[in-house]
Every structure is written in C-alpha cells, then in structure tokens.
C-alpha cells in the first residue's frame, strides 16, 4: 500500500478564471457601458480540478474592468464585484483568508477556494483580464477604451 502525503501550503493549487465564447447578440452600441453589461460569456471559477462557481451569463468584459481597478489599488483589500447586471454585490468575490485568499460567490455562500498565495491570484487575475482584452479585440471591439478608467462621461 501506497500513501501520499498531500500539501496544504498556500498557492499551490492553481486558480482559473475561465468563460467560453463572448456572446455580443445583446450589444446595441459601443459605448464603454454599453460592452460592459451587454457583452457576456458563460463564466466558471475553477481551483485545480474543482469548480467553485459557474454562471452560463456573466458579464465577464465589466468583471475585467472592475478587476483590473482593483489590482491598481494600493491599499487593497478583498474583492466584492459590483456589477450593473445583478442586483446583489458579490457574484465573485476574493478575500483574504489567513495568509491566503479565497475565491467565492454570493450565489453559492458554503462553496470556496482553497486558499492561494496572493501571486495566485494575480497571476489569474491577469491572465483572465488578458484573454478578455484579446476577444474584445477580436470581435472588434476596441478593448483599450472599454477597459479604460476612469469611464467616459
């Protein structure tokens, strides 16, 4: 008989912000709100093999956006998105936890990450907020000036 010890350390699981498709059939103009809330995609947190959240209509263009606000702030604390398109705050969430932080959803309160290593959470944060930049781009869409802050008045 065989055992394996199994580690518990921070951030050694990876996280995966991932979504399929952008869907664009709800967009009516350009504008920066207007791609933020009518541009989705069917969107899933994943910690290693476990998905701890799966919505099939997210808006994943306004999540980069308010993620990307929340990396550039230096007194960074946890992450409750705030989004136009539902009406409760928190459809995703990343807290701090102990040493780690923890990726969750309102929607589904007694699941959670592990917790990750802030470089973890980064790491996908980037890498989710990249891949958006690139399928705007791709639809044609001008990603720059979507994902810009301050918003356009």
Do not use: N
């Amino acid at each position: 008989m065989v055992f394996r010890r199994q580690e518990t350390r921070i951030g050694v699981r990876a996280m995966l912000l991932t979504y399929g498709k952008l869907d664009v059939s709800e967009l009516q103009a350009t504008t920066q709100a207007d791609v933020l809330v009518a541009v989705d995609a069917g969107f899933r947190v994943v910690d290693g093999d476990r998905v701890v959240y799966e919505e099939p209509s997210f808006p994943v263009v306004e999540l980069a956006w308010s993620l990307l606000r929340w990396l550039d702030q230096p007194a960074r604390g946890d992450f409750v998105f705030d989004s136009m398109s539902f009406e409760e705050l928190g459809a995703l969430t990343v807290r701090r936890q102990g040493a780690g932080w923890v990726f969750g959803s309102v929607f589904v309160p007694d699941i959670a990450s592990d917790p990750v290593s802030w470089g973890e959470v980064e790491r996908s944060v980037r890498a989710f907020t990249r891949r958006v930049t690139a399928d705007l781009s791709a639809v044609g869409l001008d990603a720059t000036d979507v994902l810009r802050y301050p918003p356009a008045r």
